[in-house]
């Protein structure tokens, strides 16, 4: 169905009514906020899958959509705080791609949140700055590769990592969380840090701790010494570069003074945790989708580490459930639209799940639908965003999709894998919940 925006440019933006800004709040922000914008509430995400708290934000913007077209509509978070509101992946195209100029990423909430832990990092900074931390980013973790050129020494510490998970699965014949989490964390730190950084818990509570005080933003205070503490460790793993580590990347890369080289590591550390989800989740699909583990094992003989269609699982699990749900961003300027004229200094939100999962527009919204990730496609009306896109998308996509699908191929080589069978209800591939939890999902092992 085509929906087509109503007004006309000169119009001032659609504002919602107070009944429309009270259903906003609590059905579209209020499960992101619950759950926790920068690090996870596991009970929080386990009561979101209770209340399919996702699928009430989706419907309400199709609702909105329905009443005022589908250009953006404007609500008022406090005083001084607008918020516009995208309903059109041609919209959502226009700012990914006019990024960082008019629509900057650095917008004022993402400021308060980051700034516990990366007050240099390139998601928080202004333009000049951006620049020279955005190309930092892109060299070290090498954006534009599909395989990245440590992948020897990152495919080398998943093997291990995966090896020594082995043994806890054939004793207690399931996978829970807890242990893959640890596995995960393992894996990441070694990834980023170097294999030293194996059992260097610290420097990941010291991270959580931090996010834990950005997910109420500016009302905690910042905790300074904390901060340094972990940014002085992130500096130490950067001189010691150890060889197939994307510190030795840092260390290599030719950065100047703005690049601020160990600011830009603690987004490398914690958007890795999103990936811990996206995978556990990706799991839940294999083992729901007949046939789909041996695809991917046949694979693995085939390909690796460059796994396609482990890759294009990941990405469902993505778009089923985006790990980043609001993308924002700040205009810098007054800005014209099909239908209204914005302000300078509106925030702009592109709620993810909205865009993956809206049926009037996706076929395949609510089924997994792992092809689309494999055609060709047109990119100009793509309405699938789990990377964010234009000039600001994640350069640690590669990164991620590479360490996740060898994550996956590693575990399908020796073990079968099961929905627990005590297992509230199975996945049904048709229809798929509005959230899935990761904290609660459970997995019957069998070895092969
Ligand atoms: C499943 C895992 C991940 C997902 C879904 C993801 C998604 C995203 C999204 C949506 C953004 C844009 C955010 C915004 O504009 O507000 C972003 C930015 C970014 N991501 Fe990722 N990311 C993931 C993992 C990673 C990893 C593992 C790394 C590094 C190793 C990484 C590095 C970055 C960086 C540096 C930025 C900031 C880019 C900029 O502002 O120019 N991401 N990511």
Redesign the pocket.
Known sequence: MRHTPQGNPQNPVPQLTAMEHARVISRVLGSPILKGPIIRRPKAVNLAERLNLDSAGVDELKQLRAKYGSGPVQLQLFPGRRVAILLDPDDVHRVLNDTPDPFS?ASME?RGALNHFQPSG??VSNPQQRQQR?SF?EAA?EAGQTVHSHAETMTRAIREEVDALRGHLDFTETLAWEAFSQMWWRIVRRI?LGDSARDDTQVTNDLNDLRARGNLSYLMPKKRTQRRRFLTTLRRYVEQAEPGS?AAMAASVPATDKAVTEQ?MP??LF??D??SW?AFRALSLLTAAPGTAAIARDEAETSFPDLPQLRAVMLES?RLWP??PM??REARETTVWRNCTLDAGTSVLIFAPFFHRDDETLPEAHRFAPELWLQDRDDTNWPLV???GGP??????N??LLTASVVLAEMLQHHDFAADPTAAEPLDLQNLPGTLSPFSSRFAVHRR
């Open positions: 990423p993402k390139v998601l955005r980013n973790l980023t994307l830009q987004q490398w958007a890795f999103a990936a996206a993505l790990t980043t993308i924002l789990p990377f964010s600001g998308f994640c350069p640690g996509r990164v991620v």
